[in-house]
């Protein structure tokens, strides 16, 4: 008896497992619980992520390309706006430094001076004609009346202006120079200059053809040489203005202050650029 009640005691033990199993399945059961909980995972994603339709795609990226355009077509404006800029001021520029070269040179092309490569060249007498023309041409004078229709310059003032045209190294002996209305007369004792206030003799006007410049400051001009009557005759008769001649001059130019370093003669001709320009 006691036999068989040994062996009918698990029974309710493997019905139990049986219950427990099915709940929550076995424990050697090969179902992945892991992968599963994933691909349910992955599926709300799919489902909550809602799925954008191709024709506001289409919508974004045209208009993205559109704000693309309206941008580089603004810089595009305000590139071309301001090269239109910087080369109208170019030309207003190099207008203005012609002007200014013409001035500074004036005193030279009135001398008509001889071509030099370096400044010891000078003749002396070109040096003082050069610096007092530059004080008659371009100063106030009026300190320098001598209350009888005459200038008493002083020979310091004489060297400075020599000075402003060919540069500081430039030396020079004072006398008297030049004939008839256009002489200046050199005092030793007293060390002055007397001229002529109102001389009405010049011989040319200057009239920039050509300016180039080099990285180094240097610029060089082409120079027409004007007779002045002639010049005042056309700007009221309308007639053509035709230097008699041309040469080279070289300016050095640095921190606003001009300084002639060279005179030559030209091979230019009005003949040789319209040939240029017909080409």
């Known amino acids: 008896m006691a036999k068989k009640r040994k062996n009918s005691a698990p029974k309710p033990k493997q019905e139990g497992e049986k219950v427990i199993n099915q709940l929550l399945g076995s424990l050697d059961d090969d179902n992945d619980i892991e992968g599963d909980i994933a691909e349910l995972g992955t599926t709300a994603a799919e489902q909550i992520e ?8 289409k919508k974004r990226f045209f208009f993205g390309f559109a704000v693309f355009m309206i941008i580089m077509a603004v810089i595009g404006c305000i590139s071309t706006v301001r090269f239109a800029v910087n080369f109208t001021e170019k030309l207003v520029d190099n207008t203005s430094l012609k ?10 092309v009135v001398n008509d001076i001889a071509p030099f490569e370096n400044t010891s060249e000078i003749p002396n007498t070109s040096k003082i004609t050069c610096a007092m023309w530059n004080i008659l041409i371009k100063k ?49 004792e007293k060390h002055v200059y007397s001229a002529n206030k109102n001389i009405r003799y010049l011989t040319y006007a200057p009239q920039i053809i050509e300016m180039t410049s080099s990285s180094d400051d240097t610029y060089k001009l082409i120079v027409g040489y004007l007779p002045p009557a002639l010049a005042t005759v056309t700007g ?13 001059y070289t300016i050095y130019r640095w921190g606003g202050t001009n300084t002639l370093m060279s005179v030559a003669f030209s091979d230019y001709s009005p003949e040789t650029e319209e040939a240029v320009n017909a080409l």
Request: proline share 9%; with cysteine; charged share 20%.
């Open 140 to 188: 106030d004078t009026t300190p320098y009346a001598d209350g009888m229709g005459g200038l008493i310059i002083p020979e310091y003032d004489v060297m400075q202006s020599c000075k402003e045209i060919f540069g500081t190294t430039i030396t020079m002996e004072h006398q008297s120079v030049g004939t008839g209305e256009i002489r200046f007369i050199y005092d030793s």
């Open 236 to 248: 009221i008769s309308g007639m053509e203005v035709v230097p008699e001649k041309y040469m080279e």
């Open 99 to 108: 002007n200014e070269f013409a001035q500074f040179i004036f005193p030279v």
């Open 50 to 57: 809602p799925e954008i339709p191709e024709p506001v795609k």
